[in-house]
């Protein structure tokens, strides 16, 4: 079964840090280019950070740049999102994606999401 599985939610007080994983099984993360997303309560779902499967290269939204760092570790399969100096305002739902664009088609997988609350 082809899926991507989020985990590393959890509660943080601010100023504390997490690390989200984004597994991949059934096929390999190697090329696609990996988004990370966040969807607060009556909000709409936002990009945060994006990885590309070709030349490495990231992305990341003003409101999270200096705090997230999106890296690769191949060898697992796995994308990370380090969430450092956390606010209350990046408490939402989490979600990754794994897109992969060829002439033929496009693969595209979400994952379930995972909580991430920021309260003290």
């Known amino acids: 079964q082809l899926q991507l599985v989020e985990s590393g939610g959890g509660l943080v007080q601010p100023g504390g840090s997490l690390r989200l994983s984004c597994a991949a099984s059934g096929f390999t993360l190697d090329y696609y280019d990996i988004g990370w997303f966040r969807q607060a309560p009556g909000k709409e779902r936002e990009g945060v950070s994006c990885?590309?499967?070709?030349?490495?290269?990231?992305y990341y939204a003003d409101s999270v740049k200096g705090r997230f760092t999106v890296s690769r570790d191949y060898a697992k399969n796995t994308v990370y999102l380090q969430m450092n100096t956390l606010k209350p305002e990046d408490t939402a739902v989490y979600y990754c994606?794994?897109?992969?664009?060829?002439?033929?088609?496009?693969?595209?997988?979400w994952g379930q999401g995972t909580q991430v609350t920021v309260s003290s």
């Open positions: 994606e794994a897109i992969l664009r060829t002439t033929a088609r496009d693969y595209d997988y």
């Open positions: 990885i590309s499967g070709r030349h490495g290269g990231s």
